[in-house]
Protein backbone atom coordinates (compact mmCIF):
# COMPACT_ATOMS: atom_id res chain seq x y z
CA UNK A 1 0.00 0.00 0.00
CA UNK A 2 1.10 3.21 -0.78
CA UNK A 3 -0.32 6.05 1.72
CA UNK A 4 0.63 8.85 -0.75
CA UNK A 5 -1.13 7.34 -3.77
CA UNK A 6 -4.27 7.09 -1.43
CA UNK A 7 -4.03 10.96 -0.90
CA UNK A 8 -3.11 11.79 -4.72
CA UNK A 9 -6.32 9.64 -5.78
CA UNK A 10 -8.55 11.48 -3.37
CA UNK A 11 -7.06 14.76 -4.67
CA UNK A 12 -8.32 14.13 -7.99
CA UNK A 13 -11.20 12.73 -7.33
CA UNK A 14 -12.15 16.18 -5.36
CA UNK A 15 -10.79 18.14 -8.23
CA UNK A 16 -13.33 16.41 -10.67
CA UNK A 17 -16.32 16.35 -8.00
CA UNK A 18 -15.81 20.00 -7.86
CA UNK A 19 -17.01 20.18 -11.86
CA UNK A 20 -20.18 19.34 -10.60
CA UNK A 21 -20.86 22.27 -8.56
CA UNK A 22 -23.52 23.62 -10.76
CA UNK A 23 -25.84 20.41 -9.65
CA UNK A 24 -24.89 21.17 -6.53
CA UNK A 25 -26.07 24.65 -6.98
CA UNK A 26 -29.74 22.81 -8.11
CA UNK A 27 -29.36 20.90 -5.45
CA UNK A 28 -29.31 23.55 -2.79
CA UNK A 29 -31.86 24.87 -4.88
CA UNK A 30 -34.47 22.31 -3.95
CA UNK A 31 -33.83 21.85 -0.28
CA UNK A 32 -33.92 25.35 0.16
CA UNK A 33 -37.15 25.62 -1.47
CA UNK A 34 -38.79 22.54 0.52
CA UNK A 35 -37.54 24.50 3.43
CA UNK A 36 -39.27 27.36 2.64
CA UNK A 37 -42.10 26.30 2.09
CA UNK A 38 -42.43 24.38 5.23
CA UNK A 39 -41.58 21.06 4.50
CA UNK A 40 -38.88 18.80 5.82
CA UNK A 41 -36.03 16.60 4.51
CA UNK A 42 -35.61 12.74 4.86
CA UNK A 43 -32.31 11.41 4.43
CA UNK A 44 -31.65 7.26 3.89
CA UNK A 45 -28.57 5.11 2.98
CA UNK A 46 -26.70 1.86 3.72
CA UNK A 47 -23.47 1.66 6.01
CA UNK A 48 -21.34 4.36 5.66
CA UNK A 49 -24.28 6.12 3.66
CA UNK A 50 -26.06 5.24 6.34
CA UNK A 51 -23.75 7.26 8.74
CA UNK A 52 -23.62 9.92 6.07
CA UNK A 53 -27.54 10.30 5.96
CA UNK A 54 -27.48 10.60 9.85
CA UNK A 55 -24.42 13.16 9.49
CA UNK A 56 -25.96 15.42 7.08
CA UNK A 57 -29.78 15.43 9.21
CA UNK A 58 -27.74 16.05 12.37
CA UNK A 59 -26.42 19.23 10.83
CA UNK A 60 -29.40 20.39 9.29
CA UNK A 61 -31.39 19.97 12.83
CA UNK A 62 -28.37 21.12 15.32
CA UNK A 63 -26.40 23.10 13.33
CA UNK A 64 -23.21 23.60 11.00
CA UNK A 65 -21.29 26.28 11.34
CA UNK A 66 -23.76 28.99 12.98
CA UNK A 67 -26.57 29.38 15.20
CA UNK A 68 -30.11 29.76 13.89
CA UNK A 69 -33.36 28.63 13.86
CA UNK A 70 -33.71 24.01 13.51
CA UNK A 71 -33.98 22.56 10.15
CA UNK A 72 -36.23 19.89 9.40
CA UNK A 73 -34.73 16.83 8.81
CA UNK A 74 -35.01 13.33 9.49
CA UNK A 75 -32.69 10.46 8.97
CA UNK A 76 -34.24 6.91 8.27
CA UNK A 77 -31.69 5.20 9.17
CA UNK A 78 -32.03 6.30 12.93
CA UNK A 79 -34.77 4.26 14.78
CA UNK A 80 -33.71 0.81 15.28
CA UNK A 81 -37.13 -0.13 16.46
CA UNK A 82 -39.14 0.83 13.27
CA UNK A 83 -35.82 -0.53 11.08
CA UNK A 84 -36.21 -3.96 12.90
CA UNK A 85 -39.99 -4.08 13.25
CA UNK A 86 -40.17 -3.35 9.33
CA UNK A 87 -37.42 -5.23 8.37
CA UNK A 88 -38.75 -8.79 9.73
CA UNK A 89 -42.41 -7.71 9.37
CA UNK A 90 -42.20 -6.34 5.39
CA UNK A 91 -38.10 -7.22 4.53
CA UNK A 92 -35.43 -5.61 4.46
CA UNK A 93 -35.96 -3.78 0.97
CA UNK A 94 -38.77 -1.92 2.40
CA UNK A 95 -37.40 -0.19 5.95
CA UNK A 96 -37.34 2.89 4.23
CA UNK A 97 -40.30 3.01 1.69
CA UNK A 98 -42.03 2.29 4.74
CA UNK A 99 -40.91 5.15 6.41
CA UNK A 100 -41.22 7.40 3.75
CA UNK A 101 -44.98 5.96 3.55
CA UNK A 102 -45.63 7.09 7.14
CA UNK A 103 -43.98 10.52 7.29
CA UNK A 104 -43.58 11.69 3.82
CA UNK A 105 -45.89 14.81 2.27
CA UNK A 106 -46.27 16.66 -0.88
CA UNK A 107 -43.13 18.87 -1.14
CA UNK A 108 -40.69 17.25 1.22
CA UNK A 109 -37.27 16.06 -0.25
CA UNK A 110 -35.87 12.81 -0.24
CA UNK A 111 -31.76 12.79 -0.16
CA UNK A 112 -30.90 9.26 -1.09
CA UNK A 113 -27.40 7.91 -0.86
CA UNK A 114 -26.05 4.60 -2.41
CA UNK A 115 -22.35 4.28 -3.66
CA UNK A 116 -23.70 2.00 -6.37
CA UNK A 117 -27.18 3.63 -7.01
CA UNK A 118 -28.52 -0.04 -7.00
CA UNK A 119 -29.64 -0.86 -2.79
CA UNK A 120 -33.06 -2.44 -3.16
CA UNK A 121 -34.05 -0.25 0.06
CA UNK A 122 -32.73 2.99 -1.23
CA UNK A 123 -34.88 2.28 -4.48
CA UNK A 124 -37.93 1.54 -3.23
CA UNK A 125 -37.90 4.22 -0.18
CA UNK A 126 -37.26 6.76 -3.78
CA UNK A 127 -40.27 5.34 -5.58
CA UNK A 128 -42.22 5.81 -2.76
CA UNK A 129 -40.84 9.09 -2.34
CA UNK A 130 -42.58 10.51 -5.75
CA UNK A 131 -45.96 8.14 -5.46
CA UNK A 132 -46.17 10.39 -2.50
CA UNK A 133 -45.22 13.78 -4.20
CA UNK A 134 -41.66 14.43 -3.03
CA UNK A 135 -38.78 15.12 -5.24
CA UNK A 136 -35.79 12.99 -4.76
CA UNK A 137 -31.84 14.08 -4.40
CA UNK A 138 -29.64 10.75 -5.42
CA UNK A 139 -25.72 10.95 -3.85
CA UNK A 140 -24.21 8.06 -5.96
CA UNK A 141 -21.06 6.59 -7.37
CA UNK A 142 -19.77 6.93 -10.69
CA UNK A 143 -22.63 5.46 -13.17
CA UNK A 144 -25.64 6.87 -10.89
CA UNK A 145 -26.89 2.98 -10.84
CA UNK A 146 -30.81 2.01 -11.29
CA UNK A 147 -31.45 5.41 -8.55
CA UNK A 148 -30.21 8.10 -11.06
CA UNK A 149 -32.94 8.05 -12.83
CA UNK A 150 -35.86 7.64 -10.79
CA UNK A 151 -34.46 11.01 -8.73
CA UNK A 152 -35.22 14.79 -9.60
CA UNK A 153 -31.62 15.51 -9.83
CA UNK A 154 -28.25 13.24 -9.16
CA UNK A 155 -24.87 13.61 -8.01
CA UNK A 156 -22.70 11.36 -9.35
CA UNK A 157 -19.23 10.83 -7.17
CA UNK A 158 -16.75 10.48 -10.58
CA UNK A 159 -15.01 7.28 -9.00
CA UNK A 160 -15.71 3.55 -9.20
CA UNK A 161 -14.15 3.64 -5.93
CA UNK A 162 -16.15 3.24 -2.85
CA UNK A 163 -13.99 4.93 -0.11
CA UNK A 164 -13.36 8.29 -2.90
CA UNK A 165 -17.16 8.14 -3.29
CA UNK A 166 -17.93 8.10 0.79
CA UNK A 167 -15.73 10.88 0.24
CA UNK A 168 -17.28 13.05 -2.09
CA UNK A 169 -20.55 13.02 -0.67
CA UNK A 170 -19.56 13.89 2.73
CA UNK A 171 -17.70 17.09 1.38
CA UNK A 172 -20.80 17.32 -0.66
CA UNK A 173 -23.36 17.21 2.62
CA UNK A 174 -21.07 19.95 4.06
CA UNK A 175 -21.91 22.19 0.97
CA UNK A 176 -25.22 21.77 1.35
CA UNK A 177 -25.46 21.93 4.74
CA UNK A 178 -23.23 25.17 4.41
CA UNK A 179 -25.67 26.54 1.91
CA UNK A 180 -28.81 26.17 3.79
CA UNK A 181 -27.34 27.30 6.91
CA UNK A 182 -26.58 30.72 5.17
CA UNK A 183 -29.60 31.29 3.20
CA UNK A 184 -32.22 30.21 6.54
CA UNK A 185 -34.70 32.65 7.63
CA UNK A 186 -34.77 33.27 11.24
Known amino acids: MNILSIFEEHNAVMLEAARLSPLLE?????????????????????????????????????RFRADRRALAAVALTSDTMALTAIGNDYGYDR??????EAIAAPGDV??????????????A?????????????????????????LADLSLKAPSPVVARIQEVHDVWIHVLAQALEEHVDG
Request: glycine content about 14%.
Open 125 to 149: AMETARSVGCKGIALTGMNGGALAP
Open 95 to 100: VFARQV
Open 26 to 62: EAIGILQACLASGRKILVCGNGGSAASAQHFAAELVC
Open 110 to 123: LVALSTSGNSQNVL
